[in-house]
């Protein structure tokens, strides 16, 4: 569409914002603070060297801060997201759109939670609301598997198929990393296991990562989409 803009950007955008915010908040906590962002209330350095996504993006200034404001502004798209999926998949399956597009707010509403009420700030709310998004993720990535091929614009049906195939495979990974992590988090904190929290970072970050591919799939549907604010007609105007 002339002077539109593809919504290929929405998930694209998405995906930019919250991995500059995350690895960006790495990078400059390992830069500034790697010795006391490595440390947990049983080992330091040598014996855990690995920070874990908590003490990343919620401990020290100026990573925090980075990490806040971009993920604030990955909040627009997220809720395009959203919101546009549900235009997708609304005709096709209505009853399964609504359910995905409140559940997909949900997941946002308790990622605002874990990621502006730090664990140093309250450790209970902040595990509540991480554990409430990451049981949210479950039917949120159920729906969309299901039916993220069933959008209105089947323009590709092979890149379609493929595209939930891929779907499956992130979905797989993000859940099968859970068990690990689970795990290795029980070695830490009631066995206290020197270097288990390290291996349990590289679990949680890992979900990150994964957390970010599967949305950032939607870039695949998306493409049918085209954005644009067009003049209401003359005979729609009201006096």
């Not at 874990?52 to 404001?69: C, H, K, L």
Request: hydrophobic share 50%; glycine share 6%; aromatic share 18%.
């Amino acid at each position: 569409m002339a002077g539109g803009i593809n919504g290929w950007w929405i998930p694209f955008l998405h995906t930019v914002f919250a991995s500059i915010a995350f690895f960006g908040a790495l990078f400059i906590g390992c830069k500034l603070h790697y010795y006391k962002i490595v440390k947990n209330s049983f080992y330091g350095y040598p014996k855990e060297w690995f920070p874990s996504v908590s003490a990343t993006i919620g401990d020290r200034y100026p990573g925090r801060s980075v990490f806040q404001i971009f993920i604030a502004l990955t909040c627009p798209p997220r809720l395009l997201l959203h919101a546009f999926w549900y235009v997708l998949l609304a005709k096709a399956t209505p009853a399964k759109a609504k359910a995905l597009f409140w559940i997909g707010f949900l997941r946002t509403w308790t990622c605002g939670g874990w990621v502006y009420v730090t664990s140093g700030d309250d450790h209970d709310v902040h595990d509540v609301m991480m554990i409430s998004y990451m049981l949210l993720t479950l039917p949120y990535m159920i729906l969309l598997i299901g039916n993220g091929d069933k959008s209105l614009f089947t323009h590709n049906v092979r890149r379609l198929a493929l595209n939930k195939r891929r779907r499956k495979w992130v979905c797989s990974l993000f859940f099968g990393t859970i068990v690990p992590l689970v795990y290795y988090f029980i070695q830490h904190k009631v066995h206290r296991v020197a270097g288990a929290y390290t291996t349990y970072a590289f679990f949680e970050w890992a979900l990150i990562i994964f957390d970010l591919m599967f949305d950032s799939l939607a870039m695949v549907e998306f493409q049918a989409l085209d954005l644009a604010i067009l003049p209401a007609k003359a005979d729609e105007l009201r006096n």
